[in-house]
Antibody, heavy 121, light 107 residues
Framework: EEQLVESGGSLVQPGGSLRLSCAAS????????IDWVRQAPGQGLEWIGRARGKALGYSTDYAASVKGRFTFSRDDSKNSVSLQMNSLTTEDTAIYYC????????????WGQGTAVTVSS | DIQMTQSPSTLSASVGDRVTITCRASQNIGSWLAWYQQKPGQVPKLLIY???SLQSGVPSRFSGSGSGTEFTLTISSLQPDDFASYYCQQYHSQGDSFGQGTKLEIK
């Protein structure tokens, strides 16, 4: 079964940092981009970035809302991606999903179950 | 950044109805558009990619059309399982973006 499993979500104070992890199984990880999408409570989906594989130099893209604060790290040998989040604000409170991008024309076709991040004092 | 605007925000319909949700892009995105369904407490599910390609396993009552800046998701005959929220997503540029969502409610 193709699967993504996130971990690391927790309660953190404003200004703090947190690292999320995403572990993949059941597919050739290196062949796919891995995106991160978040969803604030009761709100819609927000794309926050993408991590490409080793063949593309582990290049990354970030949404403007997180650029400079969030960093993706990917290791194709370990089938994993991590998301380092710094300078967190209450606006970052959300469920964070790691998601596989479909090679055949795009679209996000395999979603993790999500991990909850709460930024609060 | 490319802005995606969905309409309507809420849609009330009955089982058996044909419904259409519209998504407009602030600039030309070609066919780089996907549609997702999300039910309460569940993760989103990919329905359509490349504007009109049906994801494997998705019922054929779902269809997508459009290109450039205007796109539609059509459900030909609503089933009880279809009442959910729907999101479009553009992935034309390096900065993807989602529409704000459409909640499909039972009338």
């Amino acid at each position: 079964e193709e699967q993504l499993v996130e971990s690391g979500g927790s309660l953190v104070q404003p200004g703090g940092s947190l690292r999320l992890s995403c572990a993949a199984s059941g597919f050739t990880f290196s062949d796919h981009y891995i995106d991160w999408v978040r969803q604030a409570p009761g709100q819609g989906l927000e794309w926050i970035g993408r991590a490409r594989g080793k063949a593309l130099g582990y290049s990354t893209d970030y949404a403007a809302s997180v650029k400079g604060r969030f960093t993706f790290s990917r290791d194709d040998s370990k089938n994993s991606v991590s998301l380092q989040m710094n300078s967190l604000t209450t606006e970052d409170t959300a469920i964070y999903y790691c998601v596989r991008r479909n090679r055949a024309g795009g679209g996000l076709d395999v979603w993790g179950q999500g991990t909850a991040v709460t930024v609060s004092s | 950044d490319i802005q995606m605007t969905q309409s309507p925000s809420t849609l009330s319909a009955s089982v058996g109805d044909r419904v259409t949700i519209t998504c407009r892009a602030s600039q030309n995105i070609g066919s780089w558009l996907a549609w997702y369904q999300q039910k309460p407490g569940q993760v989103p599910k990919l329905l359509i990619y490349m504007a009109s390609s049906l994801q494997s396993g998705v019922p054929s009552r779902f269809s997508g059309s459009g290109s450039g800046t205007e796109f539609t998701l059509t459900i030909s005959s609503l089933q009880p399982d279809d009442f959910a929220s729907y999101y479009c997503q553009q992935y034309h540029s390096q900065g993807d973006s989602f529409g704000q969502g459409t909640k499909l409610e039972i009338k």
